[in-house]
C-alpha cells in the first residue's frame, strides 16, 4: 500500500509542476508533495534532512550561477558576444548556426543548461528579428540553442544541477570529473550540431545583411562590470578547481563570486540589483527539497529496488553495458518524470545496486549522460526547457509541441548513443589513470 500511496503521491505532484494550473509555482506544488510525503508517513524528519544534506550545494549553486549571469546579462556581456558572433558569421545562415551553438554551449558550462536557455535564447530570436529571418529560421535557431543548452551541460559539476547532485552523492572532484566528462561533451556537442544541421539546413540557407545590426561595442551598457565580471570568472574557474583539493562545496565559490559581482552591480546604474536578487529562482531550492523527499518515498517503498538489481545486472556485465545501459535507463526516466527527480532515483539505485565502486563511479557518470541528454526526449525533461518554451513564447515564437517532440525522437536517441558510446571508450582508456575500483 505505501508503494501505491508514494508511486500516487509522485505521479500527482509531477503533473502538477508541469500543469502548473493557475500558474501555481514549482516550489509550492513540490514543497506542499514534500510534506504531505512526510504527513502519510512515506518520508521520515531525519530522511528530509537526508535530503537538505543532498540537494543544498546543488542548489545554492545554481541559484547564485543565475544571479551572476542575470549581472553580467544586465551589464551587456551576453548581448556583445551575440552580436561579434553574428557579425563574425557575415549574415551567413550556416555560420549564425554555429555560432548560437558555440555560445550556447560556452554559456551552458559555465552558466548551468537553465542559464544557457535564459541568457541566449532572448539573444537568439532578437537577432533573428533584426536579421529580417522567416519563422523557421528563427525556429531553426531557437530550437538549436535549447537543444544545445541541455545535451552540452555535462562537460563540469557546475554545468546543470544534476551534475552537482551527481558529484556531492557520488564524491566526484571538480577536476576528476572534468578530466572523464570534457572530452565527453565535446563529442555530444559534435554529434548535436551535426544532427542539428542536417534537420535544419533548409531553413538556414539563407545571407542576411547584418549592416541592420548593431555595434557588439554599443551593447555593452557597463564596460567596468564586464570587466570585473572577467576577473570575477577567472577566480571561480581557479575555486572550482581547488575545491578538489580542498574538499569545499562548489556552492561556497560560486556564491562568493555571486557576492562579489553583486557588490560592484550595486555601484552601476546600468543594473538594478533588487530586481536582479527578486527575480533570482528561489523557488528551485523549494523544488529541489520537496521534490527529492517525494522520490525518497518511492526509495522506502521499494520501487527502486527493481532498478538497482538491473543495474547490478548490467555492471556484471562490464564498463560498456554498464555506461550504455544505465545511461539508456536514466535518460528514458528523464523523459517522463523530469531530470531531476530522474537523477536522484537513478543514483540511489546505483548505490544500492551492489556493483564495485570503480563501476558504479562510471554509472554515475552515466547517469549524469542520461540525465542531461535524455530530457531532449521530451518537451517536459528539464526545467530548461519548459523556461526555452516559455521564453519563446512570450517573443512572439510560438511552437508547438508536436514540433519540439519530433525533434526530440529523431535526434535525441543517436546524440545520446554516440555520448555513451564516447564515455564508456573514454572511461575505459582512463582507467589505468584512474584506477579500477
Not at 77 to 105: D, I, K, N, P
Not at 225 to 231: D, K, N, P, T
Not at 315 to 327: S, Y
Amino acid at each position: 500500500m505505501a508503494g501505491i500511496e508514494a508511486l500516487g503521491l509522485f505521479v500527482a505532484v509531477l503533473g502538477l509542476v508541469l500543469w502548473q494550473p493557475r500558474r501555481i509555482g514549482i516550489g509550492w506544488t513540490a514543497g506542499l508533495g514534500g510534506a504531505a510525503a512526510v504527513a502519510l508517513g512515506l518520508v521520515t524528519w531525519r530522511e528530509v534532512g537526508e535530503v537538505v544534506q543532498l540537494v543544498w550545494d546543488a542548489t545554492a549553486t545554481l541559484v547564485a550561477l543565475l544571479i551572476l549571469s542575470a549581472i553580467l546579462d544586465e551589464a551587456g556581456l551576453f548581448a556583445w558576444a551575440a552580436l561579434t558572433m553574428a557579425r563574425l558569421s557575415g549574415g551567413r545562415g550556416w555560420a549564425v548556426f554555429w555560432g548560437v551553438g558555440v555560445l550556447t554551449a560556452l554559456a551552458a558550462m559555465a552558466f548551468a543548461n537553465d542559464g544557457a536557455a535564459l541568457i541566449v535564447t532572448p539573444l537568439v530570436l532578437q537577432q533573428a528579428r533584426a536579421l529580417g529571418l522567416s519563422r523557421s529560421a528563427a525556429l531553426a535557431l531557437a530550437v538549436t540553442c535549447g537543444f544545445v543548452a541541455d545535451v552540452t551541460s555535462v562537460p563540469l559539476v557546475v554545468s546543470n544541477l544534476v551534475n552537482i547532485i551527481s558529484a556531492d552523492f557520488f564524491h566526484l572532484g571538480f577536476l576528476a570529473y572534468a578530466a572523464v566528462m570534457v572530452p565527453v561533451d565535446l563529442v555530444a556537442f559534435a554529434a548535436a550540431m551535426f544532427l542539428l544541421w542536417a534537420y535544419y539546413r533548409r531553413d538556414l540557407q539563407w545571407v542576411a545583411a547584418v549592416s541592420s545590426l548593431p555595434s557588439p561595442r554599443s551593447a555593452v551598457r557597463d564596460p567596468v562590470l564586464v570587466r570585473a565580471g572577467g576577473v570575477v570568472l577567472a577566480c571561480l574557474l581557479a575555486g572550482y578547481t581547488a575545491s578538489q583539493w580542498l574538499h569545499w562545496p562548489v556552492s561556497i565559490f560560486a556564491a562568493s563570486a555571486a557576492v562579489a559581482m553583486a557588490a560592484w552591480a550595486r555601484r552601476s546604474s546600468a543594473v538594478s540589483l533588487r530586481q536582479v536578487v527578486r527575480e533570482a529562482p528561489w523557488r528551485i531550492v523549494v523544488f529541489s527539497i520537496g521534490m527529492y523527499v517525494v522520490v525518497f518515498a518511492l526509495r522506502d517503498a521499494g520501487l527502486i529496488a527493481g532498478l538497482a538489481r538491473g543495474f547490478g545486472a548490467l555492471a556484471a556485465e562490464g564498463p560498456w553495458a554498464a555506461v550504455v545501459g544505465t545511461g539508456g535507463v536514466t535518460a528514458g526516466l528523464a523523459a517522463v518524470m523530469n531530470n531531476l527527480p530522474a537523477v536522484m532515483v537513478g543514483a540511489l539505485a546505483i548505490h544500492a545496486s551492489g556493483a564495485p565502486p570503480g563501476m558504479q563511479e562510471a554509472m554515475a557518470y552515466a547517469n549524469v549522460v542520461g540525465t542531461d541528454v535524455g530530457t531532449k526526449w521530451t518537451p517536459i525533461g528539464s526545467l530548461a526547457t519548459l523556461l526555452w518554451m516559455h521564453l519563446v513564447e512570450r517573443r512572439g515564437l510560438r511552437v508547438r509541441w508536436g514540433e519540439l517532440v519530433r525533434v526530440g525522437l529523431i535526434l535525441t536517441p543517436p546524440v545520446l548513443a554516440v555520448t555513451l558510446l564516447a564515455l564508456a571508450g573514454w572511461w575505459t582508456l582512463l582507467q589505468p589513470t584512474l584506477g579500477a575500483k
